[in-house]
């Protein structure tokens, strides 16, 4: 009876020392936030709005054990357009990481993305480009790629959005 209890107390504090972790245990929940927008005319005959946004993030562990040192990065694709021009648009990356030295159960902690600018552009009424390129551009959010990784680099867990995305774009660290 008494070995018994000592190995249960043993593989207890096996377990607490070393938690096992899934992929669900960590919820990443990602939400845009507008942060602030600026209208301009541009030069000549042209309008440019520019808005700075980020995203509020929101971290949920639903493991039982407090996880610690814990790093979430992140991709943010976004495609730049620019306004007079008939070529592809860009796709720029902004990438960033945040540390949560502790997380605890069911208690969200919550971090903000470095922001990024995007611009929408338009040409006054009755103006056109000679090229035949378009009068508008708006530089839009192609998606979001956030991973999380415990002290020892492995990764717990990950939010995409949209699910397509690894399929059009390489994760960039």
Same mark, same amino acid.
């Given at each position: 009876?008494?070995? #018994?209890?000592?190995?249960?107390?043993?593989?207890?504090? =096996?377990?607490?020392?070393?938690?096992?972790?899934?992929?669900?245990?960590?919820?990443?929940?990602? +939400?845009?936030?507008?942060?602030? +927008?600026? #209208?301009?005319?541009?030069?000549?005959?042209?309008?440019?709005?520019?808005?700075?946004?980020?995203?509020?993030?929101?971290?949920?562990?639903?493991?039982?054990?407090? %996880?610690?040192?814990?790093?979430?990065?992140?991709?943010?694709?976004?495609?730049?357009?620019?306004?007079?021009?008939?070529?592809?648009?860009?796709?720029?990356?902004?990438? @960033?990481?945040?540390? %949560?030295?502790?997380?605890?159960?069911? #208690?969200?902690?919550?971090?903000? +993305?470095?922001?990024?600018?995007?611009?929408?552009?338009?040409?006054?009424?009755?103006?056109?480009? @000679?090229?035949?390129?378009?009068? #508008? =551009?708006?530089?839009?959010?192609?998606?979001?790629?956030?991973?999380?990784?415990?002290?020892?680099?492995?990764?717990? @867990?990950?939010?995409?959005?949209?699910? +397509?995305?690894?399929?059009?774009?390489?994760?960039?660290?």
């Amino acid at each position: 009876m008494q070995k #018994r209890v000592l190995l249960l107390l043993a593989l207890a504090s =096996a377990l607490h020392s070393t938690p096992l972790l899934a992929v669900d245990d960590i919820k990443i929940l990602p +939400t845009p936030v507008k942060l602030d +927008t600026k #209208r301009s005319s541009g030069e000549g005959n042209m309008n440019v709005e520019s808005k700075n946004i980020a995203y509020s993030v929101k971290v949920t562990s639903s493991a039982f054990t407090e %996880i610690t040192n814990l790093t979430v990065k992140y991709n943010i694709f976004y495609e730049v357009v620019e306004l007079g021009s008939k070529g592809e648009p860009d796709i720029n990356v902004s990438s @960033g990481s945040h540390a %949560i030295p502790s997380l605890l159960t069911n #208690r969200p902690v919550e971090f903000e +993305t470095d922001p990024i600018k995007l611009d929408k552009a338009s040409l006054d009424p009755g103006w056109h480009f @000679g090229n035949g390129a378009s009068k #508008r =551009a708006r530089d839009r959010v192609l998606g979001v790629w956030f991973k999380a990784f415990d002290s020892t680099g492995k990764q717990i @867990g990950e939010y995409i959005n949209p699910t +397509t995305l690894p399929k059009k774009q390489k994760w960039k660290d």
